[in-house]
């Protein structure tokens, strides 16, 4: 995967909602100067995650990542029915 990580980096972050406007309840939440730290890669691929549910804040709680998912493209990912926005 680090390969693969290695050829999609890129300087700019890909998300429009970071970095967050304010710190989460629980953890740090990603700050501006977290944001500094990161490596980002190009948003082109599609992981599979389990987690216990979405917080207030719409986070995930708990998530554990379960690998990469070949059958679907990253543009056609939504977010689940019923989440909380």
Same mark, same amino acid.
């Given at each position: 995967?680090?390969?693969?990580?290695?050829k999609?980096?890129?300087?700019?972050?890909?998300?429009?909602?970071? &970095?967050?406007? !304010?710190k &989460? !309840?629980?953890? $740090?939440?990603?700050?501006s100067?977290?944001?500094?730290?990161?490596t980002?890669? #190009? &948003?082109?691929?599609? /992981?599979?995650v #389990?987690?216990?549910?979405?917080?207030?804040?719409g @986070? @995930?709680? $708990? &998530?554990?990542?379960?690998? @990469?998912?070949s059958? #679907?493209?990253?543009?056609?990912v939504? !977010?689940? /029915?019923g989440?909380?926005?």
């Amino acid at each position: 995967m680090h390969r693969d990580f290695k050829k999609r980096e890129r300087d700019l972050c890909p998300f429009e909602n970071l &970095p967050m406007s !304010r710190k &989460p !309840r629980f953890g $740090q939440g990603m700050t501006s100067s977290e944001m500094k730290k990161v490596t980002w890669i #190009k &948003p082109d691929l599609v /992981a599979q995650v #389990k987690f216990a549910e979405w917080t207030q804040e719409g @986070l @995930l709680r $708990q &998530p554990v990542f379960l690998g @990469l998912r070949s059958d #679907k493209a990253a543009r056609s990912v939504r !977010r689940e /029915a019923g989440a909380v926005d």
